[in-house]
Each structure stands twice: as C-alpha cells, then as structure tokens.
C-alpha cells in the first residue's frame, strides 16, 4: 500500500520535474507573393494572432522585423522595406506597451537563390521576462549554499 502511494507521487511530480523551459514559437514568417508587398488576409491575421499571444503570455520584451532581399537589386531592397513597413503598420496599433521595434534588411541572398527566400520576411520577439531573467523556473537557494 505505501509502494503503491510512493510510487503514484512519484508519477505526478514527473511532469512538474521535468517541465522544460522552452521559447518556441518566437520567430513568425510571412511568405509574401512576388513582386507584392500586400500582406493579404490570411498572413495578417496570423501575424496578429501570434503577436497577441506574446504580448499577452509572457509579454514582449522587443520586436525585431527582418527582410531578405536581392544582392545589389534596389527594387528588391525598396520591396523589402515596404514589405517591413506593412508588417510594422499591423503591430503598432496591438504593441499596447509601445515595445521597441527594429526593422532590419542587412539579410542580402544572391540573385541565383531560390525566389521564396527574397520573398520571405522574419518578425522576432523577445519575451520580457528576459530582462528579468524570470523567463524559466529558478531553483531555490537554500541559506548557507551559494
């Protein structure tokens, strides 16, 4: 009978020891269509779904918005920019903390790779927690122990 009690606390305190600490789901990318900076319907409500679930998890610490675009091909790079831009004008209105934004387009492909990969468009969080370092459970110090 105490084996049988043992051994069923045992089995219910596993999923709490060995709950792993894990930030998936930090980066979102928006394949757009050629040549369009349209976000169109569906990546927009995406992209705010999985925006609001940061900002209202475990919050959002900074966004970073990064764009791949054509080695020397200025239309490429002039795209990228409005592409960056459209995703920036959907956030700031749900970025209630009005959380740091940074646009990045230093992620030049050469004109030989595949055409999804300049059409591509990366947006980042970085959870708040990080700040405080409150992101995963800590172990408790006891006194005496450093």
């Not at 409005?82 to 009005?98: C, G, L, S, T, V």
């Amino acid at each position: 009978m105490i084996r049988g009690f043992i051994l069923f606390l045992f089995l219910i305190s596993l999923p709490f020891a060995a709950a792993p600490c894990s930030f998936a789901g930090l980066e979102h990318e928006i394949e757009f269509e050629s040549q369009s900076a349209a976000l169109g319907t569906k990546n927009a409500l995406a992209l705010v779904d999985w925006f609001i679930k940061w900002r209202d998890g475990t919050g959002v610490g900074s966004i970073w918005i990064s764009a791949y675009s054509i080695k020397n091909n200025p239309r490429s790079l002039a795209l990228s920019h409005e592409r960056m831009h459209n995703i920036a004008k959907i956030i700031k209105p749900i970025n209630k903390n009005d959380v740091p934004m940074e646009l990045h387009d230093g992620n030049p492909v050469p004109a030989h790779a595949p055409l999804f990969v300049s059409n591509r468009i990366v947006v980042v969080v970085q959870p708040a927690c990080l700040k405080t370092n409150t992101c995963c459970p800590q172990p408790i110090k006891q006194q005496g122990n450093p």
